[in-house]
Structure formats: structure tokens, C-alpha cells
Antibody, heavy 118, light 109 residues
Framework: QVQLQESGPGLVKPSETLSLTCTVS??????????WAWIRQPPGKGLEWIGS???????YYKPSLKSRVTISLDTSKNQFSLKVNSVTAADTAVYYC??????????WGQGILVTVSS | QSALTQPRSVSGSPGQSVTISCTGS?????????VSWYQQRPGKGPKLMIY???ERPSGVPDRFSGFKSGNTASLTISGLQAEDEADYYC?????????FGGGTKLTVL
């Protein structure tokens, strides 16, 4: 059974870069069957899909975030990562990494709270 | 890329049925069969309840059902139970990305 675990700093300063890693166990991120995605949820608000990556390295981003977001793979470590540039308080959220099939997140990490504050 | 439209809240008594709607456009809900529904209990992460409009993952009770007509998808929960009280989110494929609804709070009276 696949397991996903987010890791990274819980506090990021405004204007800096938010960097998170998702470690996948129980499956290979080299699989052609899945996409690997990031979803976030600001405190008290709804879910927002950020983007996803396929094993080929092809990436897909929410248009409104595309200019600030990068998702990448590290197949040697069976991990994928998220970077969000020029963060503001609006980027404060619980960030989830997920395994996607046909735009559906079937498996989720437990989530990590990232606060943007000086 | 506006969020899909869901009612902010719905409620029902134990044993009753409730339906939550999710309205989009022909570019998302109406254009693809990839509509999903997630349940999120307070303080917990989302759990997949329905995918591909009407498919249930293993372990999800058949009290949960999904349907789509045109640009609107719906989630029906029959035989309401206290444990169904949660936030519910729809999502849809939208070409090269995924859109979520704003979420609906279900209260079991």
C-alpha cells in the first residue's frame, strides 16, 4: 500500500521560496500508472490543486499559480518536490502530496502546515 | 479557472438523504467524466468517496452515490449517519489542471 509523507520547513519568510518534499513508499514514482500532485488548504478554507508531475517529467500547473510554482521528481530517492517562489501570507496552508489517477487523488499524505510570516 | 460552485451548507436528519451539487462549465464538469468527491472530517485530511462521476473506492459504503447531468455533478448520501457530518469537496478535470469546489458543510441534525 502506497504511503506519502510531506517534509520541509514549517515557517517561511515573505518573498522567499517555499520548498517541500514528498517521500513515496510502497510504489515507484517511475510508474506510468500515476501522476504525483500537490494540493493545499489555507486554514479554514477549501482545497486548491497546485499541480502535478508525470514520471516522464511532464508537469501541469494551475494557471493562476504557474508563474511561481515548480514541481520536480527525484527518482533516485523516490521523491517529488514542490517549490513556490515569492511567497506571501496567502500561501499559508496545509500542503498535501497525493497520488493521482485521471485527476483523482486516491492516496494522500498527512499534510504539512506551512506558515508564511516574518 | 474559477472554483466549482457548491452550496456552503446542507443538513439532514439521521436516516434521511441529502444531495450536494457541484456546478461547473463545459470546460470542466460538463466536458469530462473525471469528477470526484472527497470527505473531510474536522482536523483530518481528505478522503476519496467517489471518482469518475459515480465510482466508489473499496471500503466506501454504497450509501454514497454520484451522478452528473450536463455541467452539474451531485453527491447523494442516503441513510444519513452521524459519522457523515463533514465537509465535502468536489473536483473535476479541467483540461490541463484540476478544479475544486469551495466545499459544503454537511450537518447531521
Amino acid at each position: 500500500q502506497v504511503q506519502l509523507q510531506e517534509s520541509g520547513p514549517g515557517l517561511v519568510k515573505p518573498s522567499e521560496t517555499l520548498s517541500l518534499t514528498c517521500t513515496v513508499s510502497g510504489d515507484s514514482i517511475n510508474s506510468a500508472n500515476y501522476y504525483w500532485a500537490w494540493i493545499r488548504q489555507p486554514p479554514g478554507k477549501g482545497l486548491e490543486w497546485i499541480g502535478s508531475i508525470y514520471y516522464t517529467g511532464n508537469t501541469y500547473y494551475k494557471p493562476s499559480l504557474k508563474s511561481r510554482v515548480t514541481i520536480s521528481l527525484d527518482t533516485s530517492k523516490n521523491q517529488f518536490s514542490l517549490k513556490v517562489n515569492s511567497v506571501t501570507a496567502a500561501d499559508t496552508a496545509v500542503y498535501y502530496c497525493t497520488r493521482e489517477v485521471a485527476s483523482t487523488s486516491h492516496s494522500w499524505g498527512q499534510g504539512i502546515l506551512v506558515t508564511v510570516s516574518s | 479557472q474559477s472554483a466549482l460552485t457548491q452550496p456552503r451548507s446542507v443538513s439532514g436528519s439521521p436516516g434521511q438523504s441529502v444531495t450536494i451539487s457541484c456546478t461547473g462549465s463545459s470546460s470542466d464538469v460538463g466536458g469530462y467524466k473525471y469528477v470526484s468527491w472527497y470527505q473531510q472530517r474536522p482536523g483530518k485530511g481528505p478522503k476519496l468517496m467517489i471518482y469518475d462521476v459515480s465510482e466508489r473506492p473499496s471500503g466506501v459504503p454504497d450509501r454514497f452515490s454520484g451522478f452528473k447531468s450536463g455541467n452539474t455533478a451531485s453527491l447523494t448520501i442516503s441513510g444519513l449517519q452521524a459519522e457523515d457530518e463533514a465537509d465535502y469537496y468536489c473536483s473535476s478535470h479541467a483540461g490541463t489542471y484540476v478544479l475544486f469546489g469551495g466545499g459544503t458543510k454537511l450537518t447531521v441534525l
